[in-house]
């Protein structure tokens, strides 16, 4: 029988997260305060987030960050995570290449996110906050923070866009299930939202909208703190167990890629999975590449333009040198949620513009049709996000295929699709564009 899986040992999992700045040749540009015009310090977020990831946000010296013991403890819940050979797929498109994945769907929450929520909630508590607060789309975030909130005994308040609380319950259920209070966005209970539904009593809601009103509780509340799943820093380095893990892996295996590649809404999991192997790349010159494989309805790294522009679409948040469509910028309703945001974050962006990543866009029914293959060769649902890294991973192995080459490709399964069964079910029946 071929051995396919790769598990660390618990005393194997990394101790310290990679913090990439440390080594980039041309650091990120500052944030900028919108109104003075002047960088931003960490001491700016104290307001809002903790403090230790405030700090973490613009650590740009210390290459490697411990991670606290009490956060240790809860990852060991399910990491590490597997490595898994993809012998299935590698058979169904006939390819000489080795394939490859990182399940991170094995997680509690069935995703990548609860590598940040784990320790955004442990340092909040640390310094004496009791409740936690953020938004979230289609849930995946929110239910993350929900059950981490729980394990640290902190109250966890999200705000879920109104169409999405309405039309999918399921994500909503779990936050509910672990004890959160979920409040459709726009609402009654902040300035904010009045002010919206006293304009428009039928607002079916945004990201925007419950940014705004997230934003405005930790704000007035007392030992209340916002917390973000993507795009900023300090998540990006708590996602980097991920790849580290998978370094380690790959040497059991006996291999290493030659190709890297993850889905990419805000950067999470593709910087996760990327930059261990990437530091070998900027200090040993090691030629890996590094795709990031994002919706054609929402492409910031393929067509977007590298900008100063605010995170958010209300326009409350620093103003981020990145990659950008324009925070107004509106996708449509793809199934993927966790991809339809408009930015990709500093790091990124500019190791981007220094030639170390590429970027392609996926068709929607492309990502399915790759995604039903995946599944049926290896067993696994996978969530409409990660289906874009399969099929860019498919893209690749059909060039091996036809030049012969056997390239060892890595990607990262940020998620299972078991939450998100409608989604197939219109694709199944045809009803995707
Ligand atoms: C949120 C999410 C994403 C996109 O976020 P990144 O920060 O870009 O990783 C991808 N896959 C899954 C399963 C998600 O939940």
């Known amino acids: 029988m071929k051995q396919k899986r790769f598990i660390l040992q618990e005393s194997e999992i990394p101790r310290q997260w990679y913090n990439i700045q440390a080594d980039m040749v041309n650091k990120p540009?500052?944030?900028?305060?919108?109104?003075?015009?002047?960088?931003?310090?960490?001491?700016?977020?104290?307001?809002?987030?903790?403090?230790?990831?405030?700090?973490?946000?613009?650590?740009?010296?210390d290459r490697w960050i411990d991670i606290p013991e009490e956060v240790l403890e809860k990852y060991a819940y399910?990491?590490?995570?597997?490595?898994?050979?993809?012998?299935?797929?590698?058979?169904?498109?006939?390819?000489?290449?080795?394939?490859?994945?990182?399940?991170?769907?094995?997680?509690?929450?069935?995703?990548?996110?609860?590598?940040?929520?784990?320790?955004?909630?442990?340092?909040?508590?640390?310094?004496g906050v009791k409740n936690v607060t953020t938004e979230t789309g289609a849930g995946q975030w929110?239910?993350?923070?929900?059950?981490?909130?729980?394990?640290?005994?902190?109250?966890?308040?999200?705000?879920?866009?109104?169409?999405?609380?309405?039309?999918?319950?399921?994500?909503?259920?779990?936050?509910?299930v672990f004890g959160a209070q979920v409040t459709p966005s726009p609402s009654m209970s902040t300035r904010a939202g009045k002010d919206i539904l006293t304009k428009d009593p039928t607002h079916q809601g945004s990201l925007g909208t419950a940014i705004s009103e997230a934003v405005e509780l930790a704000q007035m509340t007392p030992?209340?703190?916002?917390?973000?799943?993507?795009?900023?820093n300090h998540v990006s380095l708590h996602q980097t167990v991920i790849g580290l893990e998978a370094e380690k892996q790959m040497a059991m295996a006996g291999e290493y890629p030659d190709v890297v590649i993850a889905c990419f809404g805000g950067g999470s999991n593709f910087s996760g999975i990327a930059y261990p192997f990437m530091r070998h790349t900027i200090c040993e010159g090691k030629k890996t590449r590094y795709i990031a494989a994002e919706p054609a309805s929402c492409p910031k790294l393929?067509?977007?333009?590298?900008?100063?522009?605010?995170?958010?679409?209300?326009?409350?948040?620093?103003?981020?040198?990145?990659?950008?469509?324009?925070?107004?910028?509106?996708?449509s309703l793809i199934h993927a949620g966790g991809l339809r945001y408009h930015g990709a974050g500093a790091i990124v962006s500019q190791l981007r513009k220094d030639g170390y990543i590429e970027a392609v866009d996926i068709e929607q029914n492309d990502s399915f049709k790759a995604g039903v293959l995946f599944a049926k060769s290896e067993g696994i649902i996978p969530a409409p996000e990660s289906c874009h890294?399969?099929?860019?991973?498919?893209?690749?192995?059909l060039k091996c295929k036809?030049?012969?080459e056997e390239k060892v490709i890595l990607f990262n399964l940020s998620g299972h699709g078991l939450v998100d069964m409608s989604a197939y079910d219109q694709y199944l029946t045809g009803q995707l564009g």
């Open 29 to 61: 540009q500052p944030l900028i305060h919108p109104g003075t015009k002047q960088p931003i310090k960490a001491e700016d977020l104290f307001p809002l987030f903790n403090e230790e990831c405030s700090r973490q946000e613009f650590n740009q010296t």
């Open 78 to 127: 399910y990491r590490s995570t597997p490595l898994v050979r993809a012998y299935g797929l590698e058979e169904a498109i006939g390819t000489p290449a080795h394939i490859y994945f990182k399940n991170e769907s094995v997680s509690p929450m069935g995703s990548h996110k609860l590598n940040s929520a784990i320790p955004q909630v442990y340092y909040c508590k640390k310094e």
């Open 142 to 176: 929110g239910a993350s923070l929900s059950y981490a909130a729980k394990l640290f005994g902190l109250e966890c308040a999200v705000y879920q866009v109104k169409i999405s609380y309405e039309q999918k319950p399921y994500r909503r259920n779990i936050m509910q």
């Open 223 to 232: 030992d209340c703190k916002y917390t973000l799943g993507s795009v900023l």
């Open 302 to 331: 393929t067509k977007g333009k590298f900008m100063y522009d605010f995170g958010d679409e209300a326009g409350y948040t620093p103003l981020i040198p990145m990659y950008s469509l324009g925070h107004d910028f509106k996708p």
């Open 389 to 397: 890294a399969i099929a860019a991973t498919i893209n690749e192995a």
């Open 402 to 404: 036809e030049t012969g």
